[in-house]
């Protein structure tokens, strides 16, 4: 499996969230998926941070919590720097999107990835390469 996916937030709180149910297989599956391919997918920190923040409100211990989310740096990574924030602002106003979302599209070009996994933003818009699908459909 060739990987040039991006994964937000959602996607990673649903594979973790046994109450989910169906959107919960569904994830944990996909995910699963992400693992066994030869490149790995991308993410950025404030994925972690959001995806850790929304373990904790589901109840999940801190350490588990933090050991969940620190086994997601053996993927692509992408860091928030100036650079991000600055993409962030100008997505912000190109795209009329919320700051965070436009952080996730500016993370998600800034890894090169050209799918961005989202149950948040719109399916199939493109954002200058990068298009959103929700794989939980």
């Known amino acids: 499996m060739n990987v040039d996916i991006f994964v937000d937030t959602n996607i990673l709180v649903y594979a973790h969230d046994r109450d989910a149910k169906e959107k919960h297989a569904k994830a944990k599956g996909l995910v699963e998926l992400l693992w066994e391919s030869r490149q790995m997918p991308s993410l950025s920190v404030q994925v972690l941070q959001e995806l850790h923040v929304n373990l904790l409100r589901k109840g999940i211990e801190i350490?588990?919590?933090?050991?969940?989310?620190?086994?997601?740096?053996?993927?692509?990574?992408?860091?928030?720097?100036?650079?991000?924030?600055?993409?962030?602002l100008a997505d912000q106003?190109?795209?009329?999107?919320?700051?965070?979302?436009?952080?996730?599209?500016?993370?998600?070009?800034?890894?090169?990835?050209?799918?961005?996994?989202?149950?948040?933003?719109?399916?199939?818009?493109?954002?200058?390469?990068?298009?959103?699908?929700?794989p939980l459909k």
């Open 63 to 88: 350490e588990h919590s933090g050991r969940i989310c620190s086994r997601y740096l053996s993927w692509r990574v992408v860091d928030n720097t100036r650079h991000l924030f600055q993409r962030g």
């Open 93 to 134: 106003r190109r795209w009329q999107l919320s700051y965070w979302d436009a952080l996730i599209v500016a993370a998600a070009r800034q890894a090169g990835a050209s799918t961005l996994w989202s149950e948040d933003l719109n399916e199939g818009q493109n954002y200058d390469g990068v298009v959103v699908v929700n």
